[in-house]
């Protein structure tokens, strides 16, 4: 299963920005989706999560301001980003829990990720 991120780019404080990932290869059912984010000389961080059935879950640095929703009937996720602020400045990641079908009929289970899509909020 391969991830493709996109949407990002350069915004001023206060502006939005939506990503999206796209998913894609032999898949039965993606289980849980999400993104995290690296910024410069930090660790990687969880940004936001999304259930099969869409229940979320949320870093507190960017709750009532970032919406992770994901198309199902596309294997497409996406967050919209609202009143973004220079911390916000990232590498953005996607991945997905995705069950696909092996060439061998049988069923794989393996953690996919996006490539990243940069996300630059000038102050």
């Known amino acids: 299963v391969q991830l493709q991120a996109s949407g990002g780019g350069s915004v001023q404080g206060g502006g939005s920005l939506r990503l999206s990932c796209a998913a894609s290869?032999?898949?039965?059912?993606?289980?849980?989706m999400g993104w995290y984010r690296r910024a410069p000389g930090k660790q990687r961080e969880l940004v936001a999560t999304?259930?099969?059935?869409?229940?979320?879950n949320y870093a507190d640095s960017v709750k009532g301001r970032f919406t992770i929703f994901r198309d199902n009937a596309k294997n497409m996720v996406y967050l919209q980003m609202n009143s973004l602020k220079p911390e916000d400045t990232a590498v953005y990641y996607c991945n997905a829990d995705p069950v696909s079908l092996a060439p061998d009929g049988n069923f794989v289970a393996e953690r996919a990720w996006g490539q990243g899509t940069l996300v630059t909020v000038s102050s």
């Open positions: 999304i259930t099969s059935g869409c229940v979320t």
């Open positions: 290869g032999r898949i039965v059912r993606i289980d849980n």
